[in-house]
């Protein structure tokens, strides 16, 4: 897929979670993408014109618009982003990347932590809309639980496909939750995918984690070729 370059105008913005939103655009015609790729966004910072990279947080199968999803962290481009309103003007490039999933595996599990979610979320999405037999198991960190991004989401993903499998983990814990706490680990993953050396599996979150995750899942004897990875560096 070629990318191209294209101004859009803000269509919707929705709060995904704590200090997380997702910018939504029209979709252009004839313009595709694969579930995992990313596009770089542009936009005038302080009358200085800033451009970084996101991943397309939309599924391919959702035809009408596309979007990415950022958590805010107090950089300049972020605080450009976060007073963005709906009709504002952005450039946009896309689609790049080759962290992409289009069905090729039967088994796939996911491990992410915070707005590393993203790319993972096409994916799922994409899985659910296409109806693929693939088993999806996806492992999702966080460090609280308001900061759960498309958590209801991914609740309705599992209680509608047969093949698909949420697992949510946090590090800070309040009283009334029943999920998981603490980091993803060899033991978290053993249980929660058991068939983990016949499965394919996709990480991404900051570099930290995503290089704690990949000597995890070598420990476990996972084997390279099996391993998909993508590093988020804030901003």
């Known amino acids: 897929m070629v990318a191209v370059e294209f101004e859009a105008c803000v269509e919707d913005i929705v709060v995904r979670a704590s200090s997380v939103k997702s910018f939504r655009f029209a979709r252009p015609v004839g313009f595709d993408y694969k579930a995992g790729q990313f596009m ?15 991943t397309i ?3 391919p199968t ?12 107090g950089h300049p481009f972020s605080n450009g982003l976060d007073v963005l309103k709906v009709g504002d003007l952005v450039k946009l490039d896309a689609p790049h ?9 039967s088994k796939i599990g ?3 932590g915070g707005i590393g979610i993203t790319p993972l979320r096409s994916m799922c999405k994409f899985c659910a809309d296409r109806h693929l037999s693939t088993k999806v198991t996806l492992i999702y960190g966080n460090r609280t639980e308001a900061g ?4 209801e989401e991914f609740e309705a993903m599992q209680r509608h496909g047969r093949d698909f ?12 939750w029943s999920g998981l706490v603490g980091k993803i680990d060899v033991d978290m993953v053993k249980r929660e995918i058991p068939d983990y050396l016949e499965t394919v599996f996709y990480i991404c979150g900051p570099p930290a984690m995503v290089e704690a995750m990949d000597a995890l899942l070598g ?12 590093n988020f560096v804030g901003y």
């Open 110 to 112: 996911l491990l992410s």
């Open 62 to 73: 959702e035809e009408e618009f596309i979007e990415f999803t950022k958590k805010f962290t």
């Open 148 to 151: 759960i991004a498309f958590r």
């Open 40 to 54: 770089f966004v542009t936009l005038e910072v302080g009358k200085q014109m800033m451009r970084k990279p996101f």
């Open 97 to 105: 990347g080759d962290f992409t999933f289009e069905g090729e595996f």
């Open 219 to 230: 420990i476990l004897g996972v084997s390279e070729e099996n391993v998909k990875k993508e």
């Open 165 to 176: 499998k949420v697992v949510f983990t946090l590090n800070e814990a309040g009283a009334g």
């Open 57 to 59: 947080s939309s599924s």
